[in-house]
């Protein structure tokens, strides 16, 4: 009987907003899957985040809310946002797997947890709600504070531990100590003469005045694209777009019309001068 009493003690609005944000929710954290672009995925991604926020404070849980905004959303998702922007990730990276099997090991993980969740959300027998009234008597930050630092303060402290070693060691393998004295600009310029190499600076990308895209390699006076207008890195990745063909023949019918606006103007004209004077 205290079951359906208190199923009863949602509200119309807490019902409403429930089924609004949790549809929003879901299709957001769908789209985080099945989006081909890295940073749509980032973004739905945090659209979902910032709804579970949401369903935070809404239920009095309003430590978990901020947190949820200020540092998964705020932070993490928008530091791996701008990561994928500025590293530039699109849909033309390679798929192949690097570990033969995982998508099936992947597959196998996801059904099994599906299944322990199914079976304990089936078993789970539910009397009596105690409410947020209980949860949060003395405030809802001092009760968080009094379960990390009393019943749960082992887990707590290893969770910091184990955070700030992973912090130290991504700082240590980033981290190269230089041992030897940097070179000068003069000497950098002494080495480049001896060994030959590009002295000028590196020629600037694009067809000519018609592109300046860093992607599109600038031609060459006999019409062959140049390997040193793009960068070492576009063409690692195999970002360079050949347009060389493209832009010969763009060259030519431009050309092309050019002679013709030439002849016709010539030809409107009327008489030279030397047979006008006749």
């Known amino acids: 009987m205290s079951a359906q009493l208190a199923a009863y003690t949602t509200s119309t609005g807490e019902a409403f907003q429930f089924w609004v944000l949790g549809t929003v929710a879901v299709v957001g954290a ?25 369903f935070y404070l809404a239920n009095g849980a309003y430590f978990l809310g901020i947190v949820q905004i200020v540092v998964y959303t705020g932070a993490i998702m928008m530091l791996f946002l701008f990561v994928v922007m500025l590293v530039g990730v699109t849909a033309a990276d ?23 969740l199914i079976a304990g959300i089936g078993n789970a027998s539910l009397t009596e709600f105690n409410g947020l009234g209980t949860a949060n008597a003395g405030g809802n930050v001092e009760g968080l504070a009094a379960l990390i630092f ?34 000068t600009q003069r000497e950098l310029a002494e080495e480049r003469v001896r060994e030959g190499k590009h002295l000028p600076p ?54 092309q019309r050019a002679e013709d606006r030439l002849e016709r103007t010539n030809s409107g004209n009327g008489p030279k001068r030397g047979e006008a004077s006749k």
Not at 34 to 49: E, I, N, P, Q, Y
Not at 172 to 180: C, D, F, I, M, S
């Open 30 to 54: 769908l789209c985080t899957v099945f989006m081909k672009r890295a940073v749509h995925s980032a973004l739905c991604l945090a659209g979902t985040m910032i709804i579970l926020a949401v």
């Open 94 to 116: 390679s798929l192949k797997e690097t570990i033969k099997g995982q998508r099936w090991l992947a597959l196998l993980c996801g059904l099994g947890f599906g299944i322990l």
């Open 150 to 183: 009393t019943d749960y303060v082992f887990a707590f402290e290893l969770t910091g531990a184990l955070l700030i070693t992973a912090a130290v060691g991504a700082m240590v393998l980033t981290h190269r100590e230089r041992t030897e004295r940097a070179k």
């Open 202 to 255: 590196l020629p600037a990308p694009g067809v000519y005045a018609r592109h300046n895209a860093v992607d599109i390699p600038g031609l060459l006076p006999d019409g062959t694209p140049s390997d040193l207008t793009v960068s070492k890195t576009l063409r690692d990745r195999g970002q360079v777009r050949d347009v060389s063909a493209e832009a010969l023949s763009d060259l030519k019918a431009l050309e």
